[in-house]
C-alpha cells in the first residue's frame, strides 16, 4: 500500500471499523492461558487482569472447602470458579478507656474475588480454586480462605488514658450453593 493509498485507508476509517478491528483482537487476549504439567499457572481474566495460579498442597479441610463445593465447582475453569468467590472487608474500630470497649464500628461490602485490588495469586488444589494470596498488613502476605481471614491493616494509638485501634479484615465468601450440612453444625 502506497503512503497516500494508507492516508485514504485511514481517513475513510469508521469507528465501527476500529470497535471490529478492536474485538478482533480482545478475542486474542482473552484466551491468554499458560499451563504447566496440566495445571494453569497464568490466565487473563475476562476483565482484563492477570491472574497466576499456585499450586495448594494442603487438605482441603485446611482451606475450608466441602464435598458439596468440589462437586460444584468440578469441571469448571478457574475463572468460571472465581465467580462464586467473593471477598469482603471489615473495617472494625475501638476506643478503650482504662480496658474497656466503649464504641465499635463494624463496615462490611464485597467484591468479587477476580475484582479485588488486593489479590497477588490464586490457590489451586487439584483444578479446583480453594483460596487467594492477598496483600497483608505492612506489605506482607496472606493465605486468605473461607473462614481464615487475613488482617490486611492494623494501627494502636495508646496516648495514656486510653487505647485508639484500627483493624482490617478480609474475609473469602463461597456464594452459589447451600451448605444444609454446614449451616446445622453452625446453629
Not at 17 to 38: A, C, F, H, P
Not at 117 to 131: A, D, N, P, Q, S
Amino acid at each position: 500500500m502506497s503512503n497516500d493509498g494508507f492516508k485514504d485507508f485511514i481517513k475513510n476509517l469508521t469507528a465501527a471499523d476500529i470497535m471490529n478491528d478492536y474485538g478482533e483482537q480482545r478475542d486474542e487476549w482473552e484466551t491468554l492461558l499458560s499451563v504447566k504439567d496440566g495445571e494453569v499457572v497464568h490466565f487473563r481474566h475476562s476483565n482484563g487482569r492477570d491472574f497466576f495460579c499456585e499450586k495448594y498442597e494442603g487438605e482441603y479441610a485446611d482451606c475450608n472447602v466441602i464435598d458439596e463445593m468440589l462437586k460444584f465447582l468440578s469441571g469448571k475453569t478457574i475463572e468460571q470458579q472465581m465467580e462464586y468467590y467473593y471477598v469482603t472487608e471489615s473495617r472494625s474500630f475501638y476506643n478503650t478507656a482504662y480496658g474497656k470497649i466503649t464504641k465499635e464500628n463494624l463496615r462490611k461490602f464485597a467484591d468479587k474475588l477476580c475484582d479485588y485490588e488486593g489479590v497477588r495469586t490464586l490457590l489451586v488444589k487439584e483444578r479446583i480454586l480453594v483460596g487467594a494470596k492477598i496483600d497483608a498488613m505492612w506489605g506482607g502476605e496472606g493465605k486468605l480462605f473461607r473462614k481464615k481471614p487475613v488482617c490486611t491493616y492494623y494501627a494502636s494509638d495508646n496516648e495514656g488514658s486510653g487505647t485508639k485501634e484500627r483493624e482490617d479484615n478480609a474475609h473469602l465468601m463461597f456464594v452459589g450453593i447451600d451448605f444444609p450440612s454446614e449451616t446445622a453444625k453452625e446453629e
